[in-house]
């Protein structure tokens, strides 16, 4: 079992900056890949930003240039991802989502609002 625990967001005025960090623990060894996902009202879950193991991302196109993702693994009990967004538009709000991929199994956190109006 993979745990995953979401911090960092809030709200912010557009054009502003937020941090994501999503701690994974647990049997976090053979993880492939860390990423984050969106969901806003009355729409359906989408893809932020993905990293593998190798260090390979993947964005969508909407957050190129203003998002970046990267993570950090300690040891073999804990690895965090970070979601850095800057530039923030309206449009990116949302609930934002920690996805852990182990073994093709996927481990999802429990979300964090992000907000952004003046």
């Known amino acids: 079992q993979v745990q995953l625990v979401e911090s960092g967001g809030g709200l912010v005025q557009p054009g502003g900056s937020l941090r994501l960090s999503c701690v994974a623990t647990?049997?976090?060894?053979?993880?492939?890949?860390m990423g984050w996902y969106r969901q806003a009202p009355g729409k359906q879950r989408e893809l932020v930003a993905l990293i593998t193991t190798s260090a390979v991302t993947n964005y969508a196109d909407s957050v190129k240039g203003r998002f970046t993702i990267s993570t950090i693994s300690r040891d073999n009990a804990k690895n965090t991802v970070y979601l850095q967004m800057n530039s923030l538009k309206p449009e990116d709000t949302a609930v934002y989502y920690c996805?852990?991929?182990?073994?093709?199994?996927?481990?999802w956190g429990q979300g964090t609002q992000v907000t952004v109006s003046s």
């Open positions: 996805k852990a991929v182990r073994s093709l199994t996927s481990y």
């Open positions: 647990g049997s976090i060894f053979s993880m492939n890949a």
